[in-house]
């Protein structure tokens, strides 16, 4: 059974926290899970039970993130990074698994990028390699509706700019996803107490996924939908690191990790041991290739807050 501890540290005079669920029997690096900029600590379980029998599990509120403190104006990367390197000091170990997801996969890319030695392998999901001028008028007009105190309109383009709602496209258990996704961005609209600095900040101050990165096991993955960067858009971000891995998983948008929870937290340990991939429940590993479809629907819930 694991062992649940939150740690309390700063950076740069920012407090901010993390989760750790340590396993006794793990048989890899730690994994730090990272999700999307209103993320908090607790949004994981399907993380925690799939990666948490091989591995301890890591998630964290870093600064400008779930309850810690907001971040001063200006670029975030180089504060976000050195939070991420206080927690892994504060672990005591020398390298970790880290697995970024959407706004968390900037983040994580970032890091390896600067201190590749610490990072045993890296997972990056529905990656915004590319964001179009379109997407961010949009994103904006639903910002300012946030800052308005109008949170009915801005949950809800939000979840349909995160979305495919196209129905020719088949997406696995959409509508319970949209309806999830609207409800998640209602709660973080009324609890967060800087949900519009958190939204401007995702918007202003992009991540960088130039540069490539050189000595990490990397695995990028997208749903075959995904309709905030396009799979294609990631397959050639995911060529820029070396020897790297992607997949598509099919019947999945952006929302991959909340449509088909199983399947990525399964992948997820796969990976972070070393495991086969082309024997996972709904993947083939690497390239242009596409996940087998599921043999039958599953209705579990992932409990994920963006």
Do not use: K
Request: charged residues 20%; aromatic residues 6%.
């Amino acid at each position: 059974m694991s062992e649940e501890t939150i740690r309390s540290l700063s950076v740069g005079g920012l407090p901010y926290s993390y989760r750790l669920l340590r396993q006794p029997d793990r048989i890899t690096e730690p994994v730090m899970v990272l999700g999307g900029a209103l993320q908090g600590m607790f949004g994981w379980p399907q993380m925690e039970d799939h990666v948490g029998p091989v591995a301890d599990v890591v998630t964290a509120d870093l600064p400008g993130m779930g309850s810690a403190d907001p971040l001063p104006p200006g670029p975030s990367i180089d504060v976000m990074c050195a939070a991420i390197g206080g927690i892994i000091e504060d672990l005591g170990v020398p390298r970790i698994n880290i697995f970024g997801f959407s706004y968390g996969a900037g983040l994580a890319y970032g890091y390896a990028q600067r201190h590749p030695r610490h990072v045993a392998r890296l997972a990056l999901g529905g990656v915004p390699a590319h964001i179009s001028v379109a997407q961010l008028d949009y994103w904006r007009r639903a910002a300012d509706h946030l800052a308005r105190g109008d949170i009915e309109t801005f949950a809800t383009l939000v979840a349909e700019g995160l979305m495919c709602l196209d129905e020719a496209r088949h997406v696995t258990r959409r509508r319970l996803a949209f309806r999830y996704v609207r409800r998640s961005m209602l709660h973080a609209a009324r609890h967060s107490p800087h949900a519009v600095d958190a939204l401007g900040r995702a918007l202003s101050d992009r991540p960088d996924f130039s540069g490539g990165l050189i000595g990490v096991p990397t695995l990028v993955f997208s749903g075959e939908h995904d309709t905030v960067t396009s799979p294609a858009r990631q397959r050639e971000f995911a060529a820029t690191i070396e020897g790297s891995r992607f997949l598509t998983i099919p019947d999945a948008d952006h929302w991959v990790v909340l449509e088909r929870p199983q399947e990525v937290a399964d992948l997820a340990a796969r990976f972070f041991t070393d495991g086969p991939l082309s024997s996972a429940p709904c993947l083939t590993p690497i390239g242009p290739e596409r996940c087998p479809r599921p043999s039958r629907p599953t209705h579990d819930h992932a409990q994920l807050s963006v």
